[in-house]
């Protein structure tokens, strides 16, 4: 059975930075596309990266020099690390491999 | 960026009754169109990919179709477990933008 499961959010200052994690289960997290999509409170969906299986990357350009999608083997886990955040990186963050969403999110909140 | 403009933004419904979704992009996108219920607090759900291939596990009650710029997810018969918010999502071209949502009401 397939399993992603978010971890890493919390609450971080402007300017700061964060590195989430997506653990996986039951597939190998290199042999797949994945992507991070993040959800602002009360707002739509809104893709942010994909890692494709040629670890290749592509961004929103909202985050496009601050934000970095990367994954590792050993642990079968995605990562996004995240700098010079803003209030409005404020949002519930999901990974999804391919195109399935499997986790609960993970919670950013930016604010002083 | 390929737009893409999804109506109507809140629909009324009830139990038993057919809906309709339309999604419009702003240009060509292969068929590369994916519909998702979310559900509050929780994860989107993949109902159809590839405009009109059914996700495993998701009823048949609800289809997909189009073309050109123009597609449709549709609930054949409501069923009180489908009142949620529904977004389609391009992925023929990055960013992979995604509609801005319909919220299916009782």
């Known amino acids: 059975e397939v399993q992603l499961v978010e971890s890493g959010g919390g609450l971080v200052q402007p300017g700061g930075s964060l590195t989430l994690s997506c653990a996986a289960s039951?597939?190998?997290?290199?042999?797949?596309?994945m992507n991070w999509v993040r959800q602002a409170p009360g707002k739509g969906l809104e893709w942010v990266a994909t890692i494709y299986s040629g670890d290749s990357t592509t961004y929103a350009d909202s985050v496009k020099g601050r934000f970095t999608i990367s994954r590792d083997s050993s642990k079968n886990t995605l990562y996004l690390q995240m700098n010079s955040l803003r209030a409005e990186d404020t949002a519930v963050y999901y990974c999804a491999r391919r195109l399935t969403f499997g986790g609960q999110g993970t919670l950013v909140t930016v604010s002083s | 960026d390929i737009q893409m403009t999804q109506s109507p933004s809140s629909l009324s419904a009830s139990v038993g009754d057919r809906v309709t979704i339309t999604c419009r992009t702003s240009?060509?996108?292969?068929?590369?169109l994916n519909w998702y219920q979310q559900i509050p607090g929780k994860s989107p759900k993949l109902l159809i990919y590839?405009?009109?291939t059914l996700q495993s596990g998701v009823p048949s009650r609800f289809s997909g179709s189009g073309s050109g710029t123009v597609f449709t997810l549709t609930i054949s018969t409501l069923q009180p477990e489908d009142f949620a918010t529904y977004y389609c999502q391009q992925s023929y071209l990055t960013p992979y933008t995604f509609g801005q949502g319909t919220k299916l009401e009782i």
């Open positions: 039951g597939f190998i997290v290199s042999d797949s596309y």
């Open positions: 590839s405009t009109s």
């Open positions: 240009q060509i996108i292969n068929n590369f």
